[in-house]
């Protein structure tokens, strides 16, 4: 299944699930809702252990790949401007330094949701102090008054000090270009929402760190794996979703074993619907925040570069073919790019040792990374659910 091959189920974008709020909804209900639907309990009614467990087992086994889908989820979340504008407010993500140190940071904590049993203090030490940030992140950007608020950067007038690559940019929005025309022109509502992180924000965000393994898992290396598996892993993220304090209504696949069918099928119709129109979109905020994003991912996985993180979500992905960007990379990028998106895709699909290899790289680039920012490499528990956080 390719995310973004024509319109083909355009219209099961209005496929509704029990409990859920329709895809259509999603946005005018959920931008004036707090991105906080204030529970207090830690686990939903919903909760089934064993079934997240079996999602944590997964994503340890495919970490290397499941890290990487996450990074390219994010180039799709940061073109969602409700969410990117929350972002790109708090400044801590706007260069690529900054944003080195702040997914670096994230990808600890999401580690330890995967390591670390479900169950634990730890586990629920980290979601608490996640969801404080949250909390004050919502105060913060819901208060600022409404000239700071309208706080962006242009090519002319850029505060972030950091100059996205223009050719880049222009290569990879002609790619974008071999998408239908219909699905060029369709329309996102960019409304002004009540809450800057609401409940619209949360459901894009669980989104991005779920869908690509569950919808697209071949392209990222995962080989043939049982809905069981992918079931615990969507599982394992509404949990997730619902202790960082997801609104009930905003949690999709909460019924994921009885009906796959029906979360996948969402799953897709947000990103169709919401997601797409935004990324065909995209302005100059969004391209800072991307590049700073792929730049700080490239240092924490040396030697991947930008382009071919791009390259990789529109074949592997996207289903098109990045003839522009392709033309416009350099001869570094040719050789190690061509090769790292070789391995990911194809290579490790089908051998057990690659694909083993490919998660102890993914874990020993974080620690060396988290040794190298924060002074530790972020392997004890205790340590990083108390640790590491930004504000
Ligand atoms: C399930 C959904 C989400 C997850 C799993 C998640 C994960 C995280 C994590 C792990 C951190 C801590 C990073 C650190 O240690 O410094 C964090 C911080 C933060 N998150 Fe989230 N987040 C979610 C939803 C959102 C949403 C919806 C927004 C905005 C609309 C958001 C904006 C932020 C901001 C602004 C920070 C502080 C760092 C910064 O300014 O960039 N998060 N998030």
Redesign the pocket.
């Known amino acids: 299944m390719i995310l973004g091959n024509p319109l083909e189920e355009i219209l099961e974008i209005e496929w509704n699930t029990p409990g859920t709020v329709s895809i259509s909804d999603i946005l005018n209900v959920g931008e004036s809702l707090p991105?906080d639907s204030g529970t207090t309990s830690m686990f939903p009614c919903w909760f089934d252990l064993n079934l997240a467990r079996t999602g944590q087992k997964f994503a340890r086994k495919y970490f290397g790949q499941i890290f990487f889908a996450h990074a390219l989820s994010l180039i799709l979340l940061l073109s969602d401007y409700?969410?990117r504008r929350?972002?790109f407010l708090?400044r801590?993500?706007d260069t690529p330094e900054k944003a080195f140190k702040?997914y670096l940071?994230?990808a600890?904590?999401?580690h330890l949701w995967y390591h670390s049993d479900i169950l634990s203090p730890e586990w629920a030490k980290s979601i608490t102090n996640?969801r404080k940030?949250?909390s004050y992140?919502l105060f913060y950007v819901d208060s600022l008054n409404i000239t700071n608020s309208k706080f962006t950067a242009t090519r002319e007038e850029n505060p972030t000090g950091f100059q996205p690559n223009e050719r880049l940019w222009k290569a990879f929005k002609m790619d974008l270009d071999n998408f239908d025309r219909r699905d060029r022109f369709m329309e996102f509502d960019y409304s002004a929402p009540k809450f800057?992180?609401n409940q619209f924000?949360?459901a894009?965000?669980?989104w991005s760190?779920m869908a690509l393994p569950v919808l697209n898992p071949r392209p990222l290396g995962i080989a043939k794996p049982s809905d069981g598996d992918l079931q615990g892993f969507a599982h394992l993220w509404t949990v997730?979703?619902y202790a960082?304090g997801?609104d009930e209504n905003f949690i999709f696949c909460k019924n994921a074993r009885k009906d796959w069918r029906g979360c996948k099928r969402y799953l897709k119709g947000l990103f169709r619907k919401h997601l797409l129109p935004q990324l065909l979109n995209l302005d100059f905020e969004g391209e800072i925040m991307i590049e700073s994003l792929l730049s700080g991912i490239s240092t924490i996985i040396p030697r991947y570069p930008v382009d071919s993180l791009l390259i990789n979500l529109l074949e592997g992905h996207l289903g098109k073919r990045a003839q522009h960007l392709r033309r416009q990379r350099s001869l570094q990028s040719r050789v190690f790019g061509t090769h790292a998106n070789g391995l990911v895709n194809r290579f490790s699909r089908y051998s057990r040792p690659l694909r083993w290899f490919l998660t102890q790289l993914a874990f020993g680039e974080l620690q060396l990374a988290s040794l190298t920012v924060f002074g530790d490499p972020g392997t004890n528990s205790t340590l990083v659910s108390n640790g590491?956080?930004?504000?």
């Open positions: 991105g409700q969410t929350v972002l708090t801590k993500s702040r940071a994230t600890q904590q999401i996640v940030i949250h992140v800057k992180f924000t949360m894009m965000t669980v760190f997730i979703a960082l997801a590491h956080f930004y504000v």
